[in-house]
């Protein structure tokens, strides 16, 4: 089967940082994706990691490794409107082409 | 227009209704997606449609019936649903049907049976 868990929920403060993990046991790998989704709106698109390492993107940073089937959303200088649930999904091949999701971690950003 | 939109927004519908949800993207892609997001559980693969064929049916009751007339269009009839088909369903689009390419969603329909 596959499993991708990811905490539920996490509370942060405006201006510092948080990082949000997602661990994975899938058949087959391509690549994993961030997407943030605010409350009533649609997924949109925050990074794609396909190599082990980290990558920067503004204030959002995504890390893989691959090895541990394990990565992080680094969300730095938290700004209010970064209140939102962030999904983690990976790209699969094994016998099919397509994503799956975790259940979504709700960010909250307290003044 | 440009994205992914979607109508209605919203849809309350009774166990016996017919309806349809529309879905249309303004990118140019040939891959489109129909998922359900029920409170605390993972977005559910519903269908994927590629070039306006269908390339995968994860399973779904046959209660919901996807139509693609065109790489733009993508359509979600409804009829008899179960209050436990309450949910948002949510639309995308990617360039082709590869797991690697961005999806870009739409807003959704959020959908109640009563």
């Known amino acids: 089967g596959q499993n991708i868990d990811q905490p539920t929920e996490m509370t942060a403060t405006e201006g510092a940082i948080v990082q949000i993990n997602c661990t994975y046991q899938?058949?087959?790998?391509?690549?994993l994706f961030w997407y943030q989704q605010h409350a009533g709106e649609a997924p949109t698109f925050l990074s794609y990691?396909?190599?082990?390492g980290l990558e920067e993107k503004g204030r959002f940073s995504s890390f893989l490794s691959r090895s541990k089937g394990y990565s992080y959303l680094l969300l730095k200088e938290l700004q209010m409107k970064d209140s939102a649930s962030y999904l983690c999904?990976?790209?699969?091949?094994?016998?099919?082409?397509?994503?799956?999701f975790g259940t979504g971690t709700r960010l909250q950003v307290f003044p | 227009e440009t994205g992914v939109t979607q109508t209605p927004r919203h849809l309350v519908m009774g166990m016996t209704n017919k309806k349809s949800l529309k879905c249309e993207q303004h990118?140019?892609?040939?891959?489109m997606y129909w998922y359900k997001q029920s409170a605390k559980k993972p977005l559910e693969l519903m269908f994927v449609?590629?070039?306006?064929?269908?390339?995968e049916n994860n399973s779904v009751p046959s209660r919901f019936s996807p139509e693609c007339p065109n790489s733009s269009h993508l359509f979600l009839h409804l009829h008899t649903l179960q209050p436990e088909d309450s949910a948002l369903y949510l639309c995308?689009?990617?360039?082709?049907?590869?797991?690697?390419?961005?999806?870009?969603f739409g807003p959704g329909t959020r959908l109640t049976v009563l």
């Open positions: 995308a689009s990617s360039h082709a049907w590869d797991s690697t390419d961005t999806q870009y």
């Open positions: 899938t058949s087959g790998f391509n690549g």
């Open positions: 990691n396909v190599l082990d």
């Open positions: 999904a990976v790209s699969l091949s094994y016998n099919t082409d397509k994503l799956i």
């Open positions: 990118l140019g892609h040939n891959a």
């Open positions: 449609y590629s070039l306006e064929e269908r390339v």
